[in-house]
């Protein structure tokens, strides 16, 4: 009997052995351009959630919007032994010698949200960001059909900040050449910075003499600064502007009437998903996802698209809330 018990405490133990040095092995890195923007935080929590779920590691680097520390760290991560790599590119060109660098070690290279350019990228998985634009121009539109607005877009740098330009300008343009909407300011904001976002905006104000009745906006960082900027002049609440995140600040400034409407991304759809595939590929599994192809101007990368959604003050409840991507407490706890 006592031969039995201590067999059976051997068997537990190496079973014990063996699936912690499973889990040990299959190793993913997280790349993300920086905690700095609030979102990423939320990304990294349900992705490391998934990721353990599926009985794989997560190592996790920050770059803080440093193209050349993401780089090093990517190169850390891989002679770490990590089986795939997903990556926030801090920079959507550089990144592309990340890829090049993974694959000379048979590391696979996930996309995450922002397609990596002109590289043998393996996947993307993302939201269809040309349709943020449109959701954005579409509701401002439709509040004012006739009228002048200002585009206040992210870094130039940031492939997506491009794309979700195309898709304002898709729904903006017939507008425009009928002569119903005038535009009169398009810039790119480096960093997406929320402070650049209102000298910008504080600058427009000051030299145009034109009444300004909209400001499509590329995330709801710099609609924050955008918010200031008009506020400075006795206009907040007067002046249509869109965002792009949910961030909770944003959400406040619906409820509160001083910004229009916001578009949600299910960042927990976009962090399971890309959870999910990567550990397939550490698994060497088949992929079964339904697969698009996106351009990255070297192949057509299999991608996996997710749809946003537009929230304004008639649906938080139902979407942010509803999927606990926020809570009414946080939103009313926020301070602008």
């Known amino acids: 009997m006592k031969l039995s018990n201590v067999t059976f405490f051997l068997l537990i133990l190496i079973f014990f052995i063996s699936c912690t040095?499973?889990?040990?092995?299959l190793k993913i890195g997280f790349l993300v351009d920086s905690f700095e923007i609030s979102r990423w935080q939320k990304d990294r929590k349900y992705f490391i959630e998934k990721v353990n779920e599926l009985g794989a590691e997560v190592i996790v680097k920050s770059a803080n919007g440093d193209d050349a520390v993401q780089y090093s760290q990517a190169l850390e991560l891989i002679e770490q032994g990590v089986k795939v790599l997903v990556v926030v590119a801090t920079n959507t060109n550089t990144?592309?010698?990340?890829v090049r660098d993974a694959h000379k070690k048979d590391v696979k290279v996930i996309a995450y949200a922002r397609v990596i350019k002109n590289c043998d990228l393996d996947y993307l998985i993302t939201f269809n960001v040309e349709k943020i634009g449109e959701l954005q121009a579409d509701y401002i539109l439709n509040k004012v059909p006739k009228g002048n607005y200002v585009l206040i877009n992210g870094d130039k740098?940031?492939?997506?900040?491009?794309?979700?330009?195309?898709?304002?300008?898709?729904?903006l343009k017939p507008q425009i050449e009928n002569g119903n909407i005038k535009l009169i300011y398009d810039t790119y904001i480096e960093a997406w910075s929320p402070k650049d976002a209102e000298f910008t905006m504080n600058k427009v104000i000051e030299l145009s003499d034109e009444k300004i009745d909209a400001v499509i906006v590329g995330n709801d960082g710099m609609a924050g600064g955008v918010y200031s900027a008009l506020a400075n002049y006795g206009l907040s609440g007067e002046v249509f502007i869109t965002g792009l995140d949910a961030e909770a600040i944003a959400c406040k400034r619906i409820l509160n009437g001083d910004q229009a409407m916001t578009v949600y991304m299910s960042i927990r759809k976009l962090a399971y998903a890309n959870a999910e595939l990567a550990v397939t590929l550490a698994k060497n599994k088949e992929i079964k996802e339904k697969l698009s192809f996106i351009n990255n101007g070297r192949i057509d990368v299999p991608s996996i698209v997710l749809e946003p959604q537009a929230v304004d003050k008639s649906n938080i409840e139902s979407t942010v809330i509803a999927e606990e991507f926020l809570t009414m407490e946080e939103i009313e706890n926020s301070s602008y």
């Open 21 to 25: 040095e499973q889990k040990s092995d």
């Open 157 to 171: 740098s940031d492939i997506n900040a491009i794309i979700e330009h195309d898709g304002v300008m898709k729904s």
């Open 95 to 98: 990144a592309a010698a990340i």
